[in-house]
């Protein structure tokens, strides 16, 4: 269920500005709009960082583990995870998850992608895969996704335009002082709380990325660069790679393509309401669909409906309905959006 974040459409409900900033924020952001701007504008000048991210959807570790086999970066979906990062400039970054016994890389150079996987010995080279719209918050396309710049720009392209926004002082991140854009649905039926997106003071950059659900004080995710973020341009070599003796080398599409992998869905909805759908008639949809009615049988309570019958799942911020003519929907929404999007 790895995709990306789909752009909305609508109109701003509304912007605030709240706290004190300390004098030593350089940016000159005064609106939740200008600090907006100032994040899609590619950064300039170059940095790199450890960063340590918390996952938590709040799925059954049995759905987590199948996802982990059907989707792009499913691994990503549950735990923590340490990551390092480099910036060039737009068209130059690296990501590397970096366990204690293997490390993955995603090397972008230019309009190339390299994939590096040490435990499998595989590099996939590939063309930069084009965006993908998605369903909030199951936006991993690749660990790129995880990286807070990447992932607050995703964000605010996707429920940007149909949030309440705040912008507010916020604690130091990384040691550095920042500014907290703070944006919230304007629609009930999201179980989304708030997305937290603290931006550095000085430089521009997202430092950190919380989203929050409504059940629970601590976030579904939270991405954090540590206190190594260092503001100098990483040397070019960081974004080439070479596969090593013995690597078994593939071509073709990038496994964060989600066409590559998720052929079959589709998306319902848009903005904050946006859910993803498999069919059953499909060689993916269906091997989730059954694998998704086994895993909740003893889980999930079983619902019906003038849409038909099936099953249902509710965690603090994702809700997934099994229906029994096959279809799978899942997305940050209460039960009865997504029994408006069965067909």
């Known amino acids: 269920m790895s995709i990306a974040l789909i752009v909305a459409a609508g109109v701003l409900v509304s912007t605030s500005v709240s706290g004190v900033f300390r004098a030593d924020s350089a940016l000159p952001v005064t609106s939740p709009a200008q600090l907006v701007d100032e994040l899609r504008t590619p950064h300039v000048g170059g940095y790199s960082g450890t960063i340590d991210a918390q996952v938590d959807l709040g799925l059954p570790r049995q759905i987590s583990a199948a996802l982990a086999v059907a989707a792009p970066a499913g691994t990503l979906l549950r735990g923590s995870h340490r990551l390092r990062y480099w910036y060039g400039d737009a068209d130059h970054q690296r990501v590397a998850v970096v366990s204690d016994t293997s490390e993955q890389d995603t090397f972008r150079n230019a309009t190339q992608l390299w994939q590096w996987d040490t435990a499998t010995g595989i590099a996939r080279h590939s063309p930069v895969p084009a965006d993908v719209d998605g369903a909030l918050p199951l936006a991993l396309q690749s660990a790129t996704a995880l990286a807070p710049p990447e992932l607050a720009v995703q964000l605010i392209n996707a429920v940007g335009k149909t949030s309440d926004m705040a912008l507010r002082s916020g604690d130091p991140v990384a040691g550095r002082p920042i500014y907290q854009l703070v944006l919230s649905p304007d629609t009930s039926a999201s179980r989304i709380a708030e997305i937290d997106i603290d931006v550095d003071g000085r430089e521009g950059v997202p430092l950190r990325v919380r989203i929050y659900p409504l059940d629970g004080a601590q976030p579904a995710l939270d ?58 008639g499909l060689a993916t949809g269906r091997n989730l669909a059954h694998i998704a009615r086994t895993l909740l049988t003893g889980q999930a309570q079983q619902v019906k409906g003038k849409w038909g019958r099936g099953r249902l799942l509710v965690t603090p911020i994702v809700t997934v309905l099994i229906t029994t003519e096959g279809q799978v929907l899942a997305g940050p929404v209460t039960p009865g959006a997504l029994y408006d999007l069965v067909k």
């Open 223 to 280: 991405v954090s660069f540590e206190d190594d973020i260092n503001f100098v341009a990483p040397d070019s070599r960081n974004f080439q790679f070479s596969p090593p003796a013995g690597a078994q080398v593939r071509t073709g599409s990038a496994v964060g393509s989600y066409s590559a992998v998720l052929n079959g869905v589709t998306l319902l909805g848009s903005g904050w309401r946006t859910v993803a759908s498999y069919r059953s």
